[in-house]
Protein backbone atom coordinates (compact mmCIF):
# COMPACT_ATOMS: atom_id res chain seq x y z
CA UNK A 1 0.00 0.00 0.00
CA UNK A 2 2.73 2.51 1.13
CA UNK A 3 4.73 1.76 -1.91
CA UNK A 4 2.06 1.73 -4.33
CA UNK A 5 1.34 5.44 -2.84
CA UNK A 6 5.02 6.54 -3.24
CA UNK A 7 5.12 4.93 -6.69
CA UNK A 8 1.56 7.16 -7.48
CA UNK A 9 3.13 10.36 -5.70
CA UNK A 10 6.84 9.47 -8.20
CA UNK A 11 4.20 9.07 -11.33
CA UNK A 12 2.53 12.63 -9.73
CA UNK A 13 6.02 14.42 -9.93
CA UNK A 14 6.87 13.20 -12.94
CA UNK A 15 3.58 14.45 -14.58
CA UNK A 16 4.04 17.93 -13.46
CA UNK A 17 1.51 17.90 -11.01
CA UNK A 18 2.23 21.34 -8.93
CA UNK A 19 0.66 19.10 -5.60
CA UNK A 20 3.10 16.65 -5.74
CA UNK A 21 5.55 19.44 -6.23
CA UNK A 22 5.06 21.58 -3.81
CA UNK A 23 5.21 18.60 -0.93
CA UNK A 24 8.68 18.09 -2.66
CA UNK A 25 9.52 21.52 -1.67
CA UNK A 26 8.22 21.52 1.60
CA UNK A 27 9.76 18.35 2.38
CA UNK A 28 13.44 19.22 1.17
CA UNK A 29 13.74 22.40 1.12
CA UNK A 30 15.55 23.13 4.65
CA UNK A 31 18.09 20.30 4.00
CA UNK A 32 18.93 21.48 0.31
CA UNK A 33 19.67 25.11 1.57
CA UNK A 34 21.43 23.93 4.80
CA UNK A 35 23.84 22.01 2.28
CA UNK A 36 24.30 24.78 0.04
CA UNK A 37 24.89 27.44 2.93
CA UNK A 38 27.66 24.73 4.53
CA UNK A 39 29.07 25.09 0.73
CA UNK A 40 28.85 28.78 0.36
CA UNK A 41 29.24 30.23 3.77
CA UNK A 42 26.91 32.84 2.47
CA UNK A 43 23.21 33.28 3.07
CA UNK A 44 22.16 35.06 0.25
CA UNK A 45 23.90 33.00 -2.45
CA UNK A 46 22.55 29.84 -0.61
CA UNK A 47 19.32 30.91 -0.83
CA UNK A 48 19.38 31.63 -4.47
CA UNK A 49 21.03 28.23 -5.72
CA UNK A 50 18.45 26.82 -3.64
CA UNK A 51 15.78 28.62 -5.46
CA UNK A 52 17.70 27.79 -8.72
CA UNK A 53 18.25 24.12 -7.50
CA UNK A 54 14.38 23.82 -7.34
CA UNK A 55 13.13 25.56 -10.31
CA UNK A 56 16.05 23.72 -12.65
CA UNK A 57 14.66 20.06 -11.28
CA UNK A 58 11.20 21.22 -11.85
CA UNK A 59 12.10 21.78 -15.57
CA UNK A 60 13.90 18.42 -15.55
CA UNK A 61 11.14 16.78 -13.77
CA UNK A 62 10.88 14.10 -16.76
CA UNK A 63 14.50 13.01 -16.20
CA UNK A 64 14.10 12.50 -12.56
CA UNK A 65 13.54 8.15 -12.96
CA UNK A 66 13.13 7.32 -9.29
CA UNK A 67 16.24 5.48 -8.95
CA UNK A 68 17.45 7.64 -6.08
CA UNK A 69 15.42 9.16 -3.62
CA UNK A 70 14.31 12.75 -4.34
CA UNK A 71 15.69 14.55 -2.09
CA UNK A 72 19.33 12.56 -3.42
CA UNK A 73 18.47 14.22 -6.80
CA UNK A 74 18.39 17.27 -5.35
CA UNK A 75 21.36 17.06 -3.76
CA UNK A 76 22.95 16.69 -6.53
CA UNK A 77 21.77 19.01 -8.83
CA UNK A 78 22.42 21.83 -5.68
CA UNK A 79 25.67 20.47 -6.02
CA UNK A 80 26.49 20.64 -9.36
CA UNK A 81 24.86 24.65 -9.13
CA UNK A 82 27.24 25.29 -6.30
CA UNK A 83 30.27 23.68 -8.65
CA UNK A 84 28.38 26.34 -11.79
CA UNK A 85 28.24 29.13 -9.29
CA UNK A 86 31.82 28.51 -7.95
CA UNK A 87 33.70 28.30 -11.85
CA UNK A 88 31.42 31.81 -12.34
CA UNK A 89 33.13 33.40 -9.84
CA UNK A 90 36.56 32.10 -9.97
CA UNK A 91 36.23 33.55 -13.50
CA UNK A 92 35.10 36.36 -12.50
CA UNK A 93 37.78 37.10 -9.27
CA UNK A 94 40.31 34.70 -9.89
CA UNK A 95 41.73 35.12 -6.04
CA UNK A 96 38.92 33.67 -4.03
CA UNK A 97 38.70 30.19 -3.99
CA UNK A 98 38.40 27.40 -1.66
CA UNK A 99 35.30 25.83 -0.63
CA UNK A 100 33.70 26.53 2.40
CA UNK A 101 35.39 29.11 3.39
CA UNK A 102 33.63 32.40 2.55
CA UNK A 103 33.72 35.20 0.37
CA UNK A 104 36.47 37.62 1.45
CA UNK A 105 33.95 40.49 0.23
CA UNK A 106 31.22 38.97 2.61
CA UNK A 107 31.21 39.91 6.24
CA UNK A 108 31.19 36.82 8.50
CA UNK A 109 27.81 37.98 9.72
CA UNK A 110 26.44 37.01 6.33
CA UNK A 111 27.49 33.52 6.96
CA UNK A 112 24.48 31.23 7.93
CA UNK A 113 26.88 29.14 10.11
CA UNK A 114 28.14 32.39 12.21
CA UNK A 115 24.90 31.43 14.92
CA UNK A 116 26.92 27.83 15.02
CA UNK A 117 30.17 29.52 16.34
CA UNK A 118 28.72 31.47 19.51
CA UNK A 119 29.21 28.25 21.31
CA UNK A 120 33.20 27.47 21.20
CA UNK A 121 32.93 23.63 21.21
CA UNK A 122 31.22 24.26 17.85
CA UNK A 123 33.26 26.92 16.65
CA UNK A 124 36.56 24.94 17.07
CA UNK A 125 34.64 21.89 15.35
CA UNK A 126 33.54 24.30 12.60
CA UNK A 127 36.74 25.90 12.21
CA UNK A 128 38.55 22.19 11.71
CA UNK A 129 36.00 21.18 9.48
CA UNK A 130 36.84 24.19 6.86
CA UNK A 131 40.44 23.62 7.52
CA UNK A 132 39.75 20.13 5.16
CA UNK A 133 40.67 19.46 1.87
CA UNK A 134 37.65 20.51 -0.50
CA UNK A 135 36.52 16.50 -1.42
CA UNK A 136 36.87 16.50 2.37
CA UNK A 137 34.90 19.20 3.32
CA UNK A 138 31.98 17.79 1.12
CA UNK A 139 31.82 13.86 2.26
CA UNK A 140 31.96 15.27 6.25
CA UNK A 141 28.67 17.29 5.26
CA UNK A 142 26.84 15.14 3.34
CA UNK A 143 27.69 12.16 5.51
CA UNK A 144 27.10 13.97 9.01
CA UNK A 145 25.80 17.19 8.57
CA UNK A 146 23.27 16.21 6.24
CA UNK A 147 22.87 12.76 7.08
CA UNK A 148 22.96 10.54 3.45
CA UNK A 149 24.30 6.83 3.17
CA UNK A 150 27.37 6.38 1.12
CA UNK A 151 25.11 4.88 -1.52
CA UNK A 152 23.39 8.33 -1.63
CA UNK A 153 26.51 10.57 -1.54
CA UNK A 154 28.23 8.47 -4.72
CA UNK A 155 24.88 9.20 -6.57
CA UNK A 156 24.98 12.70 -5.40
CA UNK A 157 29.05 13.36 -6.21
CA UNK A 158 29.07 10.66 -9.21
CA UNK A 159 31.93 8.81 -7.69
CA UNK A 160 32.47 5.02 -6.76
CA UNK A 161 30.72 4.48 -3.30
CA UNK A 162 34.30 3.12 -2.41
CA UNK A 163 35.86 6.38 -3.25
CA UNK A 164 33.19 8.05 -0.95
CA UNK A 165 33.84 6.03 1.90
CA UNK A 166 37.94 6.42 1.67
CA UNK A 167 37.46 10.06 1.46
CA UNK A 168 34.71 10.44 4.70
CA UNK A 169 36.74 8.21 6.51
CA UNK A 170 40.04 9.98 5.77
CA UNK A 171 38.32 13.23 6.53
CA UNK A 172 37.22 12.09 9.72
CA UNK A 173 40.97 10.97 10.38
CA UNK A 174 42.28 14.64 9.12
CA UNK A 175 39.74 16.41 11.13
CA UNK A 176 40.36 14.29 14.61
CA UNK A 177 44.11 15.42 13.97
CA UNK A 178 43.25 19.11 13.64
CA UNK A 179 41.38 19.08 16.71
CA UNK A 180 44.45 17.24 18.86
CA UNK A 181 46.59 19.27 17.07
CA UNK A 182 48.24 16.52 15.56
CA UNK A 183 48.67 18.27 12.07
CA UNK B 1 41.05 27.24 23.58
CA UNK B 2 41.12 26.29 27.23
CA UNK B 3 42.69 23.43 28.86
CA UNK B 4 39.02 21.25 29.52
CA UNK B 5 38.97 21.69 25.85
CA UNK B 6 42.17 20.34 24.75
CA UNK B 7 41.66 17.65 27.17
CA UNK B 8 38.30 16.84 25.56
CA UNK B 9 39.87 17.22 21.75
CA UNK B 10 42.50 14.51 23.30
CA UNK B 11 39.99 12.12 24.30
CA UNK B 12 38.49 12.40 21.57
CA UNK B 13 38.03 8.87 19.44
CA UNK B 14 36.45 8.56 15.96
CA UNK B 15 33.63 7.50 17.22
CA UNK B 16 32.85 10.21 19.34
CA UNK B 17 33.94 12.56 16.59
CA UNK B 18 31.39 11.18 14.58
CA UNK B 19 28.46 11.58 17.07
CA UNK B 20 29.88 15.18 17.51
CA UNK B 21 29.30 15.84 14.15
CA UNK B 22 25.82 13.96 13.70
CA UNK B 23 24.92 16.76 16.69
CA UNK B 24 26.95 19.85 15.11
CA UNK B 25 23.76 22.48 15.69
CA UNK B 26 21.79 23.03 12.51
CA UNK B 27 21.78 25.93 9.79
CA UNK B 28 18.84 28.84 10.38
CA UNK B 29 16.82 29.02 7.25
CA UNK B 30 15.32 32.29 5.92
CA UNK B 31 11.56 32.38 7.01
CA UNK B 32 10.21 33.76 3.89
CA UNK B 33 12.29 30.97 1.36
CA UNK B 34 9.41 28.25 1.47
CA UNK B 35 7.11 31.46 0.24
CA UNK B 36 9.37 32.56 -2.74
CA UNK B 37 10.00 28.67 -3.67
CA UNK B 38 6.27 28.10 -3.68
CA UNK B 39 5.75 31.23 -5.53
CA UNK B 40 8.17 30.21 -8.32
CA UNK B 41 6.82 27.35 -9.31
CA UNK B 42 5.17 27.97 -12.48
CA UNK B 43 1.28 27.10 -13.29
CA UNK B 44 1.92 24.95 -16.71
CA UNK B 45 3.61 21.69 -16.20
CA UNK B 46 6.90 21.71 -17.52
CA UNK B 47 6.54 20.92 -21.38
CA UNK B 48 9.58 18.49 -21.07
CA UNK B 49 7.57 16.19 -19.35
CA UNK B 50 4.73 16.55 -21.76
CA UNK B 51 6.74 15.88 -24.55
CA UNK B 52 8.91 13.35 -22.83
CA UNK B 53 5.57 11.17 -22.16
CA UNK B 54 4.68 11.50 -25.46
CA UNK B 55 8.05 10.09 -26.35
CA UNK B 56 7.43 7.31 -23.71
CA UNK B 57 4.06 6.22 -25.20
CA UNK B 58 5.41 6.05 -28.96
CA UNK B 59 8.72 4.11 -27.85
CA UNK B 60 6.39 1.87 -26.21
CA UNK B 61 4.50 1.41 -29.04
CA UNK B 62 7.39 1.05 -31.12
CA UNK B 63 8.76 -1.75 -29.09
CA UNK B 64 5.72 -3.46 -28.99
CA UNK B 65 5.12 -3.63 -32.73
CA UNK B 66 8.96 -4.73 -32.90
CA UNK B 67 8.56 -7.39 -30.22
CA UNK B 68 5.50 -8.96 -31.83
CA UNK B 69 7.24 -8.96 -35.22
CA UNK B 70 10.15 -10.99 -33.59
CA UNK B 71 7.67 -13.24 -32.36
CA UNK B 72 6.31 -13.49 -35.70
CA UNK B 73 9.15 -14.32 -37.49
CA UNK B 74 10.53 -16.62 -34.81
CA UNK B 75 7.31 -18.83 -34.68
CA UNK B 76 7.53 -18.92 -38.51
CA UNK B 77 11.24 -19.99 -38.19
CA UNK B 78 9.98 -22.80 -36.01
CA UNK B 79 7.20 -24.18 -38.54
CA UNK B 80 9.55 -24.59 -41.73
CA UNK B 81 12.30 -26.37 -39.59
CA UNK B 82 9.97 -28.84 -37.41
CA UNK B 83 7.96 -29.52 -40.83
CA UNK B 84 12.03 -30.24 -42.52
CA UNK B 85 13.01 -32.16 -39.67
CA UNK B 86 10.31 -34.54 -39.55
CA UNK B 87 8.97 -36.01 -43.13
CA UNK B 88 6.32 -36.59 -44.20
CA UNK B 89 4.67 -39.77 -44.22
CA UNK B 90 4.56 -39.92 -48.05
CA UNK B 91 8.14 -39.11 -47.81
CA UNK B 92 9.37 -42.23 -45.55
CA UNK B 93 7.31 -44.55 -48.09
CA UNK B 94 8.90 -43.41 -50.52
CA UNK B 95 12.30 -44.10 -49.07
CA UNK B 96 11.34 -46.94 -47.31
CA UNK B 97 10.60 -48.76 -50.85
CA UNK B 98 13.87 -47.32 -52.61
CA UNK B 99 15.61 -49.79 -50.81
CA UNK B 100 18.48 -51.16 -53.09
CA UNK B 101 17.07 -54.87 -52.52
CA UNK B 102 14.23 -53.52 -55.01
CA UNK B 103 16.57 -51.91 -57.38
CA UNK B 104 18.68 -54.98 -57.84
CA UNK B 105 21.18 -54.00 -55.75
CA UNK B 106 23.24 -56.36 -52.82
CA UNK B 107 23.30 -55.58 -49.66
CA UNK B 108 25.46 -58.69 -48.32
CA UNK B 109 28.88 -58.26 -50.17
CA UNK B 110 28.74 -54.90 -49.28
CA UNK B 111 28.38 -55.31 -45.92
CA UNK B 112 30.72 -58.05 -45.66
CA UNK B 113 33.27 -55.80 -47.31
CA UNK B 114 33.26 -53.49 -44.69
CA UNK B 115 33.36 -56.19 -41.60
CA UNK B 116 36.47 -56.97 -43.74
CA UNK B 117 37.91 -53.65 -43.65
CA UNK B 118 37.29 -53.37 -39.48
CA UNK B 119 39.25 -56.47 -39.29
CA UNK B 120 41.87 -55.53 -41.21
CA UNK B 121 42.38 -52.46 -39.23
CA UNK B 122 42.68 -54.17 -36.25
CA UNK B 123 46.17 -53.91 -34.65
CA UNK B 124 45.14 -55.36 -31.17
CA UNK B 125 47.27 -58.49 -32.28
CA UNK B 126 50.11 -57.24 -34.15
CA UNK B 127 53.34 -57.66 -32.80
CA UNK B 128 55.87 -54.63 -33.28
Redesign the interface.
Known amino acids: MRHRSKRQNLKDI?????EA??AV??QN??LI??FL??LTSD?SLA?DL??ET??SA??????FKGRASIGTWLHKIAYNKFIDSRRNRERRVASMSGLGKGRRDVPETLN??Y??MA????R???EAIRRLESFEYVA?VLH??Q?LSFREMAKVLDVPVGTVKWQTSHA??R??GF???RV | ??EN??K???D?T?ES??A???S???????ET??A???A????R??E??????VRRHLGAWDFGVTAAAVVLILALMLTVNYGLSEPSQTLSEQLTDMSLLHKGWELRPLLSDQNALVEDTNYANCRW
Not at chain 1, 14 to 18: L, M
Not at chain 1, 119 to 122: A, L, P, V
Not at chain 2, 40 to 43: G, K, W
Open positions: REGRRWEICYKYRAYAETQFAWANISRPLRLDEHSLLYIYIGLKLKLTG | MTQEKWDMLLEELCFPQVDVPLEKLLTIPDRPASMENS
